[in-house]
Nanobody
Framework: QVQLVESGGGLVQPGGSLRLSCAAS????????MGWYRQAPGKERELVAT???????KYADSVKGRSTISKDNGKNTVYLQMNSLKPEDTAVYYC?????????????WGQGTQVTVSS
């Protein structure tokens, strides 16, 4: 089994910054992709950013230019640096990894970390 432990959420004022971290541990075969999703109250979970390699990165339009996703392969850790935060960024942020074993891809999720942007 694979465990994901997230950290870095909290309360921040509009215009502020946060850095989320997610460390994966356990029976990992080969991580294919790592990413962050978020879910605001009353809304569906949506992609924030995903990284497969340094050359293959995708951001949601809503965070593009304000956020940077990165990873440390040696630590099986993914980071999300968020700047110029807005109240509409308020949500529970979930880490996701896709672990690949042959042709099988398994999805794992973190427990979620709350990000609240408010003055």
């Amino acid at each position: 089994q694979v465990q994901l432990v997230e950290s870095g959420g909290g309360l921040v004022q509009p215009g502020g910054s946060l850095r989320l971290s997610c460390a994966a541990s356990g029976r990992i075969f080969s991580i294919y992709a790592m990413g962050w999703y978020r879910q605001a109250p009353g809304k569906e979970r949506e992609l924030v950013a995903t990284i497969i390699s340094d050359d293959v990165i995708k951001y949601a339009d809503s965070v593009k230019g304000r956020s940077t996703i990165s990873k440390d392969n040696g630590k099986n850790t993914v980071y999300l640096q968020m700047n110029s935060l807005k109240p509409e960024d308020t949500a529970v942020y979930y880490c996701n990894i896709k672990d690949k074993f042959g042709s099988i891809v398994m999805d794992y999720w973190g427990q979620g970390t709350q990000v609240t942007v408010s003055s």
